[in-house]
């Protein structure tokens, strides 16, 4: 359907060249078109001869338009009066470049673009902690006015950030308990000490492992919906539409979803250190012959109370960061729908890492402290 | 007129569930014209449009496009027609990760042979030709107001230099003023590209304006199609009102007063 054809007629020295298209000038001959004018030498007068043209769209008169422009001598003739028109319009609508913003390029490029960085991430720093004076300042409110306070709310949250969390966590913690016991026995066998698995796994259960996976679990299934529940708010301008009816996004959005983080995190973390050492005990006592009464009894004699209270004091920290995190990455989504899926990623890399982060600074503390 | 239309439908029914929208519905589009559809809310405008763009199957009835039949045809039939229309979607629907030039260049990727600068450049035509300033080819959809939205949906529309545009409700949401270019934006484009335009609206401005010809819905079919003089005529209470209403007056008189 989209045939096109051209013929060159060398005139003599006194007229100009003329070359003579046929068939259709379209997009789909847009390339044939471009290639053959691309061709016909520059400063030379030239007349298009178009009268054997039977359909064209605007990007074969925009080819057109842009080969006359190209030097003085070119001239178009022959097009018929339909055609002429959609000549005329694109001719009208050629788009007119704005001048170009002046951009900085290499070394200068590069120190500005490491500025840049450091700058955001200096300014994500300082919104961060805004976000937890915020949510500080809020609980206060909380505590002076209770009836502000959104009770119906935080009992939803806690639903949904620990009641549902809990098969997954008691799964891990038990999967962890095992793992812990048979590499343990493996090794303290070689020793003959196998009885020293118990420490082993309370030990590292109730003072890292615990916690820390339960917070990781945690901030991949609770920083991403905190995002998307608050951030989808802001997309739809629910948030804007809370401040002109004088209700404070903070204390309704951000109060409960911390709150019920701070009070389920420890209680995730608990049942997590119960399956762990459900696990543990099950393992010692296939592979190694530990009963679980021996297990019991060494737990409960060798494991200082120091270790539990090491973990669990990190529980309220690690809530704070995740729903902190969690929440202010919701109010930055914007307005159109990939932020929102930017923002959720984001806001769980952030929780996972800043969590980690912290449960190190905890570990060269209570190291120093001597806990 | 001699020729076939260009877009035949016959007997044509939708359903949802026990509600009937189109029963024995039957309309006629000719190559160049303005059609504007009218109809009150649940009529189903929308839905014809959908139905006539392929994003819905009818229950009954033919569809004839470019003298092919639309929904016997196989899948790379029907891609062949769906590569001659073009749809704007009420929002613009544009996709939001792409600047609105990205946005354009999605239909031209479909054209073999074109080089990435060359599908660049007619983006910014198409771009220029919806009316857009040239800045808008790099921003985000988000970025932009309603009615450049509604630009940049049309510019897409027109990338593959369609015969027949659709177009959903184009000046739904806009100002007085933003509405009134638009629709000398289409009246300029189906004159200058001699495009055929399938348009569903509320507006009676637009009515006037822009449209060749006014198709009204109503009792599940397509009561009447005239020009606007010819429905001050309709002895049909819904058309009577619609027509012969406040808004309708100032409309008539606005364009009396123009003209």
Redo the contacts between chains.
């Keep these: 359907m989209a045939h096109f054809a051209f013929e060159v007629r060398e005139a003599g020295a006194d007229a100009p060249r003329a070359l003579a298209l046929r068939g259709a000038l379209?997009?789909?001959t847009?390339?044939r078109l471009?290639t053959l004018l691309a061709g016909q030498p520059a400063g030379t007068a030239t007349v298009l001869d178009l009268s054997g043209v039977e359909h064209m769209?605007?990007?074969g008169a925009?080819s057109l338009v842009r080969f006359a422009g190209r030097g003085q001598g070119v001239r178009l003739q022959g097009l018929s009066p339909?055609l002429q028109?959609?000549l005329?319009?694109?001719r009208d609508?050629?788009?007119?470049?704005?001048p170009p913003a002046p951009a900085p390029y290499g070394l200068r490029e590069f120190l500005e673009g490491t500025g840049r960085r450091v700058a955001s991430a200096g300014q994500l720093a300082v919104e961060l902690s805004a976000y937890l004076g915020v949510f500080l300042a809020r609980l206060g409110r909380a505590v002076r006015h209770p009836s502000e306070f959104r009770m119906t709310s935080l009992v939803h949250h806690c639903q949904d950030v620990g009641w549902r969390a809990v098969p997954i966590v008691a799964l891990m913690g038990f999967l962890i308990g095992v793992v812990l016991a048979f590499q343990g026995s493996v090794q303290l066998r070689q020793f003959g000490a196998e009885v020293f698995v118990v420490e082993l796994i309370a030990i590292s259960i109730l003072r890292e492992l615990g916690i820390l996976l339960t917070a990781i679990i945690v901030a991949g299934r609770t920083a991403s919906a905190f995002t998307a529940a608050i951030g989808s708010m802001k997309m739809r301008e629910e948030i804007d539409a809370m401040r002109t009816l004088g209700i404070d996004p903070a204390m309704v959005l951000f109060v409960p979803r911390i709150l019920a983080l701070l009070i389920t995190l420890p209680i995730l973390a608990l049942i997590a250190n119960i399956a762990g050492f459900v696990g543990g005990a099950l393992m010692a006592w296939a592979e190694l012959g530990i009963s679980p009464g021996m297990f019991y009894v060494r737990l409960t004699d060798q494991i200082s109370i120091d270790h539990a209270i090491v973990g669990f004091s990190k529980a309220p920290v690690f809530a704070v960061i995740i729903g902190v995190i969690g929440c202010h990455a919701g109010m930055r989504v914007?307005?159109?729908?990939?932020s929102l899926g930017r923002m959720t990623s984001a806001a769980v890399v952030a929780a996972i890492f800043a969590v980690i982060a912290a449960d190190a600074l905890f570990s060269v503390f209570y190291a120093r402290v001597g806990l | 007129m001699a020729e076939d239309p260009i877009i035949r439908i016959r007997g044509l029914r939708n359903q949802f569930g026990a509600q009937v929208v189109h029963e024995d519905l039957d309309l006629d589009l000719w190559r160049g014209e303005v059609v504007g559809v009218v109809g009150g809310s649940g009529t189903g405008k929308s839905v014809l449009l959908r139905t006539i763009a392929g994003l819905r199957r009818p229950q009954a009835g033919s569809i004839e496009i470019f003298g092919k039949d639309a929904l016997g045809c196989t899948d790379d039939e029907r891609r062949a027609i769906d590569l001659r229309m073009g749809v704007m979607f009420q929002d613009g629907a544009l996709f939001?990760?792409l600047t609105v030039r990205e946005n354009v260049e999605v239909p031209?990727q479909a054209?073999p042979?074109?080089?990435p600068t060359?599908r660049h450049?007619?983006a910014?035509?198409?771009?220029?030709?919806s009316g857009l300033p040239?800045?808008a080819g790099d921003k985000?959809?988000?970025e932009l107001s309603g009615g450049m939205r509604k630009r940049a949906g049309l510019a897409r529309a027109?990338a593959?230099?369609p015969e027949v545009v659709f177009l959903d409700e184009p000046t739904a949401g806009l100002d007085p003023i933003g509405a009134t270019a638009f629709d000398v934006l289409i009246r300029?484009l189906a004159?200058?590209?001699?495009l055929t335009v399938f348009l569903v609206t509320h507006d009676l401005d637009t009515l006037h304006a822009a449209c060749d010809r006014i198709a009204v819905l109503a009792e599940r079919k397509v009561l009447v199609t005239g020009s606007m003089a010819d429905m001050l005529h309709v002895d049909h209470p819904w058309v009577r009102e619609y027509f012969h209403g406040p808004r309708s007056r100032a409309a008539i008189e606005a364009t009396t007063r123009t003209a």
Aim: hydrophobic share 40%.
């Design positions: 379209t997009v789909q847009l390339t471009e769209d605007t990007a925009w339909r028109s959609l005329d319009a694109v609508a050629m788009p007119r470049p704005d914007e307005s159109n729908t990939e | 939001s990760s031209l054209v042979g074109l080089t060359l450049e007619l910014d035509l198409k771009i220029s030709l040239w800045f985000y959809p988000s027109i593959l230099d300029q004159d200058s590209l001699g």
